[in-house]
T-cell receptor, first 112, second 113 residues
Framework: RKEVEQDPGPFNVPEGATVAFNCTYSNSASQSFFWYRQDCRKEPKLLMSVYSSGNEDGRFTAQLNRASQYISLLIRDSKLSDSATYLCVVNRLDTGRRALTFGSGTRLQVQP | DGGITQSPKYLFRKEGQNVTLSCEQNLNHDAMYWYRQDPGQGLRLIYYSQIVNDFQKGDIAEGYSVSREKKESFPLTVTSAQKNPTAFYLC????????????FGAGSRLTVL
């Protein structure tokens, strides 16, 4: 089982739609959680951190459910420019490695 | 502006040749990482370094080598022993090993002919 799992999509949605992605992680020692955005053939960039109480940044809302070990990303009022792959990322501090673990990503295509 | 510079951006190599990908950062970050990304897949960790003159294997280190002689530099050598080297290679850094945010370079796309 992968440490971080995501639905690969693609999610094809019309402009203005609300879309939600989920991500599950297998290791309960995971401490920090993030969503990164990756445009086609580009490097990933941090979209937002995910806090236990849930957090919002404009049209984006992230939530964490530690009991069920999943995180979610909600995008409201989708724009064409939101088309990208969204990577779920987990940081574990229980190992000496201390490297972030990335999911395979969920591809979003917003259509006019 | 501070950032991470990777070169070359595109590289073509014949089978059996070693190739070195450059990664330089001027962010004064201690920790540096190399990831590999294949089409439709997430990033997999190749090697990482938490401090100068120290580095550790990641999940897929076979066929790769690195060095960390300077804080700013973390080059990756893809050797002929790497069976499927064609991929997108991403270098990243963060200011300390436990920090949450990774800064990435623009990546190097290696194609083996």
């Amino acid at each position: 089982r992968k440490e971080v799992e995501q639905d690969p999509g693609p999610f094809n949605v019309p402009e203005g739609a609300t879309v939600a992605f989920n991500c599950t992680y297998s290791n309960s020692a995971s401490q920090s959680f993030f969503w990164y955005r990756q445009d086609c053939r580009k490097e990933p960039k941090l979209l937002m951190s995910v806090y236990s109480s849930g957090n919002e940044d404009g049209r984006f809302t992230a939530q964490l459910n530690r009991a069920s070990q999943y995180i979610s990303l909600l995008i409201r009022d989708s724009k064409l420019s939101d088309s990208a792959t969204y990577l779920c990322v987990v940081n574990r501090l229980d190992t000496g490695r201390r490297a972030l673990t990335f999911g395979s990503g969920t591809r979003l295509q917003v259509q006019p | 502006d501070g950032g991470i510079t990777q070169s070359p951006k595109y590289l073509f190599r014949k089978e059996g040749q070693n190739v070195t990908l450059s990664c330089e950062q001027n962010l004064n970050h201690d920790a540096m990482y190399w990831y590999r990304q294949d089409p439709g897949q997430g990033l997999r960790l190749i090697y990482y370094s938490q401090i100068v003159n120290d580095f550790q294997k990641g999940d897929i280190a076979e066929g790769y080598s690195v060095s960390r002689e300077k804080k700013e530099s973390f080059p990756l050598t893809v050797t002929s022993a790497q069976k499927n080297p064609t991929a997108f290679y991403l270098c990243a850094s963060r200011d300390r090993p436990g920090a949450n945010v990774l800064t990435f370079g623009a990546g190097s796309r290696l194609t083996v002919l």
